[in-house]
C-alpha cells in the first residue's frame, strides 16, 4: 500500500513562491506516476500537475502553466511542487496522488492513492 505525506503548505503573499514536497512510502516509487491536485474553498478538487515515471513527462493545468514546476527524485522517493507568482486564487488545499499508469496523467479518477494534504493560502 503506497502512503504520501505532503508538506511545505503555508501562508504566502501574492507574488510569492513556495515548495511542496511529497514522500512515498511502501511502494517502488520510480514505477508511480505523482500527480499534483488542489481543492479550493468551496470547489471541486482539480488537476494541477503530473510526472510521469522518469519525469519526463509532464502536464500541467492551464491556470498554473509558467508558474508552477513539477519534479521528482526517485532516489528520495520524493515529488515536488514548485509555486511561483502566486496569486490568491491559488489558496487551497494541495494534495499529492499516484498511480501506477506509467505516463503523467491529468485524471483525477485514475488515481489510486492520496495524501491527506497540505493547505496553501496567498494573502493578497
Known amino acids: 500500500q503506497v502512503q504520501l505525506v505532503e508538506s511545505g503548505g503555508g501562508l504566502v503573499r501574492a507574488g510569492e513562491s513556495l515548495r511542496l514536497s511529497c514522500t512515498a512510502s511502501?511502494?517502488?516509487?520510480?514505477?508511480?506516476?505523482m500527480g499534483w491536485f488542489r481543492q479550493p474553498p468551496g470547489k471541486e478538487r482539480e488537476f494541477v500537475a503530473s510526472a510521469g515515471w522518469s519525469g519526463g513527462s509532464t502536464y500541467y493545468a492551464d491556470s498554473v502553466k509558467g508558474r508552477f514546476a513539477i519534479s521528482r527524485d526517485n532516489a528520495r522517493n520524493t515529488v515536488y511542487l514548485q509555486m511561483n507568482v502566486m496569486t490568491p486564487d491559488d489558496t487551497a488545499l494541495y494534495y499529492c496522488?499516484?498511480?501506477?499508469?506509467?505516463?503523467?496523467?491529468?485524471?483525477?479518477?485514475?488515481?489510486?492513492?492520496w495524501g491527506r494534504g497540505t493547505q496553501v493560502t496567498v494573502s493578497s
Open positions: 511502501g511502494g517502488l516509487f520510480s514505477r508511480l506516476t
Open positions: 496522488a499516484a498511480t501506477r499508469i506509467g505516463s503523467a496523467t491529468m485524471t483525477l479518477r485514475n488515481y489510486n492513492y
